[in-house]
């Protein structure tokens, strides 16, 4: 007699022992420029303090909307994005900051160059097959960097997207949330 607990452990079974196969992603359904607002979502501390403390510091900021655009587009079958960001800590400058990535391997893809007034040390470009997310960190003059990560999660009308800064001493992270459309 096969139980319920053995037919479960058997399909458990076969599904491990089916091969993995990539993720394909449709570059040409991303393509375009989008725009919408942010808005402060929250901040989480970091901090490796053991015993934690019982009331961990948090802030909490503007919560007024701010405009968010970005642009995914291909140079040379490389992926390219272009952000604008007119609020909050990470605010890029006027005409925004465009990051040109190598090719995509096993859903990453690295900084090949760069267009912005602050350039980023460094940056990667990581997909799926409904999002995209850039990680870039960026020096101060004082020699301290802080890190911005921007993901954006594609739906029929635009893109639902997520901002997050984590400062020097990673101690804590500030968010952003908010929701864009593509334009015609």
Same mark, same amino acid.
């Given at each position: ?53 019982? !009331?961990? @510091?948090?802030?909490?900021?503007? /919560?007024? &909307? ?5 642009? +995914? %587009? ?35 893809? !690295?900084? @090949?160059?760069?267009?912005?007034? /602050?350039? &980023? ?5 990581? +997909? %799926? ?43 804590? /992270? ?8 593509? %334009?015609?």
């Amino acid at each position: 007699m096969i139980t319920r607990r053995h037919a479960l452990a058997v399909s458990g079974l076969l599904l491990a022992a089916q091969p993995a196969y990539a993720q394909h992603v449709q570059w040409t359904d991303w393509l375009g420029t989008y725009a919408g607002t942010a808005r402060f979502y929250r901040s989480i501390p970091l901090e490796d303090i053991v015993p934690p403390p019982p !009331s961990p @510091r948090q802030e909490f900021g503007d /919560a007024s &909307p701010f405009p968010v655009q970005f642009a +995914v %587009r291909s140079d040379d079958d490389r992926p390219a994005v272009w952000l604008r960001i007119d609020g909050g800590p990470m605010q890029t400058d006027e005409v925004g900051e465009t990051m040109f990535f190598g090719p995509v391997t096993d859903g990453v893809a !690295s900084l @090949r160059s760069a267009e912005a007034r /602050a350039m &980023p040390r460094s940056a990667s470009l990581t +997909v %799926r097959p409904n999002q995209l997310g850039t990680s870039a960190l960026f020096s101060h003059a004082d020699g301290s960097f802080w890190r911005r990560y921007f993901t954006a999660t594609f739906t029929s009308a635009g893109a639902d997207v997520i901002l997050w800064v984590f400062d020097a001493t990673g101690t804590r /992270a500030r968010t952003w949330r908010g929701s864009t459309v593509r %334009r015609a």
